[in-house]
């Protein structure tokens, strides 16, 4: 018997309008599973709903945490599991949205990795070489010990490549590693897990119209603001996409017209990790949205989801 849904897939496929219409129907309640939609003050770049957008439906975990802080997925997860869980007691639908696959499988499956002890030395140390040979030198000592999530995250991604890092060396394990051994679910939750997917063509041309809506609505300015405010690259928040390109723009790295088909393309490459992380998901039901979303789809997920009780 499902008591959640989850609306998974890759950036620009659909997910928000699809829990709008989702959560008329089923009394339902969205919750954020977006790594970079958590963050204040971070709005175009990252794609965030409008008020206008949730049309009185209420919104969990989109737009609070400080913008300098660190947000890991055992934080997450500390948040969003207890949330979920009180909307099933008060009889609401959780509808979990988002394409952040680490924050989704932290709801569903029991893992320590996330939450082994934070080690400050190891850090420092990762910090400083880094700052002596660059990002890439950290990146490829990850790539040696854990290639499966190296090929998860950027070279630039500091916080989180040596996160990884101090993981395996603090806990022994790969992080990875807790995606290899999931066979079946061990929460509470009993979702429902919709993956929206199309045509790779349509998705990529939805990608690159997004971007050029973010610049049109003020990205640039956006990031501007931000640096104004004593953010940088040492920041997380600062090292999602969009931001970190336009960042290489403003610092007279890059140009303009490169800095926005380096968006494009990375949210590109981002699309196809996502999509490959979720094919991995068991009892994931894919739903293709090459025709866009007509009522037919919203009701056929509803009626399975009700037809559970």
């Known amino acids: 018997m499902y008591n959640c849904i989850i609306i998974a897939g890759p950036t620009a496929s659909g997910k928000t309008k699809i829990s709008i219409e989702l959560a008329k129907k089923l009394n339902g309640e969205i919750v954020n599973a977006d790594s970079m939609q958590v963050y204040k003050e971070l709005n175009i770049g990252t794609a965030k709903i409008t008020e206008k957008e ?4 209420p919104h969990h975990l989109f737009d609070f945490v400080d913008k300098f802080n660190d947000f890991t997925v055992a934080d997450y997860r500390e948040v969003a599991y207890p949330l979920i869980l009180d909307l099933i007691k008060q009889n609401k639908t959780p509808i979990i949205v988002g394409g952040t696959g680490f924050y989704i499988n932290s709801l569903l499956y029991n893992f320590d990795y996330g939450n082994s002890s934070k080690n400050e030395i190891i850090r420092k140390k990762y910090e400083d070489l880094a700052d002596k040979f660059g990002c890439e030198y950290v990146y490829n000592i990850l790539n040696e010990v854990d290639f499966e999530t190296a090929k998860k995250l950027h070279p630039n991604d500091l916080k989180r490549v040596i996160r990884a890092i101090e993981i395996y060396e603090t806990t022994g394990n790969k992080k990875s590693a807790m995606q290899n051994t999931m066979q079946t679910f061990t929460t509470a939750l009993k979702p429902l897990i919709i993956g929206l997917t199309m045509d790779r063509s349509i998705l990529y041309d939805r990608i690159n119209q997004r971007v050029d809506i973010m ?3 003020g990205l640039i300015d956006e990031v501007k603001n931000l640096v104004k405010s004593g953010l940088n690259l040492s920041h997380q928040s600062m ?9 290489s723009y403003l610092n007279n790295e890059i140009s303009l017209e490169d800095a926005v ?16 992380w979720f094919k991995k998901l068991q009892t994931i039901k894919w739903i293709d949205l090459s025709n866009g979303i007509n009522s037919e789809i919203i009701n056929e997920i509803s009626n399975e989801y009700l037809s559970s009780k």
């Open 54 to 57: 949730k049309e009185n439906i």
């Open 215 to 217: 610049i049109k609505d």
């Open 239 to 247: 090292n999602g996409i969009g931001y970190k390109e336009i960042l």
């Open 261 to 276: 088909e380096l968006i494009k393309k990375h949210t590109r490459n981002y699309a196809k990790r996502q999509i490959t």
